[in-house]
T-cell receptor, first 119, second 115 residues
């Protein structure tokens, strides 16, 4: 299977604990995105990497959240001092894009997500 | 603020009939639109897309129509099948320098196709 892989699928933690999620994108994709989805909402953009550079962060990404993509391959999303409001599905997506906008045919491929429950 | 709106949370259609899912957007900078399908406990799966230079794109049973002046798009599924039952998300993007294609999603429409 060469799709986007996320680990773990489910995480239950107590409030105040730190959690880390991993995403392995499609191997030839240079762009990686993190989204968050809560019940009854569509996915909300959190942050974006092109290769190893984190180029954009949403205002939803508080200072308790940090994301890395050290070698331009897999990525991790860490949440420190979790709160009950962090409970959500965390989705990773990847795509291939050139340095300049060359095509309007870019689409994101999503993983199955990590469902976080903060008790 | 919600820049992509799906005002119908749910839709029920009989098998074999047409399903029409609607989406409105507010940001005139959006120039690429996509529909994703999502089953429970899975990530969204790409279904079909359309560039703003077109007004229609067709792929098998799925057709997306874009009305730029009305800032409206719709997804038609003909004929509808029970396996189409899922949540459908409308998404839109605009190229921002340094941001790539951050997609803006609607809240989704849950489609139920009954036998």
């Amino acid at each position: 299977d060469t799709g986007v892989s996320q680990d773990p699928r489910h995480k239950i933690t107590k409030r105040g604990q730190n959690v880390t999620f991993r995403c392995d994108p499609i191997s030839e994709h240079n762009r990686l995105y993190w989204y968050r989805q809560t019940l009854g909402q569509g996915p909300e953009f959190l942050t974006y990497f092109q290769n190893e550079a984190q180029l954009e962060k949403s205002r939803l990404l508080s200072d308790r959240f940090s994301a890395e993509r050290p070698k331009g391959s897999f990525s991790t999303l860490e949440i420190q001092r979790t709160e009950q409001g962090d409970s959500a599905m965390y989705l990773c997506a990847s795509s291939w894009g050139g340095g300049l906008r060359q095509t309007t045919n870019e689409k994101l491929f999503f993983g199955s997500g990590t469902q976080l429950s903060v008790l | 603020d919600q820049q992509v709106k799906q005002n119908s949370p749910s839709l029920s259609v009989q098998e074999g009939r047409i399903s029409i899912l609607n989406c409105d957007y507010t940001n005139s900078m959006f120039d690429y639109f996509l529909w994703y399908k999502k089953y429970p406990a899975e990530g969204p799966t790409f279904l079909i897309s359309i560039s703003s230079i077109k007004d229609k794109n067709e792929d098998g049973r799925f057709t997306v129509f874009l009305n730029k002046s009305a800032k409206h798009l719709s997804l038609h599924i003909v004929p509808s099948q029970p396996g189409d039952s899922a949540v459908y998300f409308c998404a839109a993007s605009a190229y921002y320098s340094n941001s790539g294609y951050a997609l803006n999603f609607g809240k989704g429409t849950s489609l139920l196709v009954t036998p």
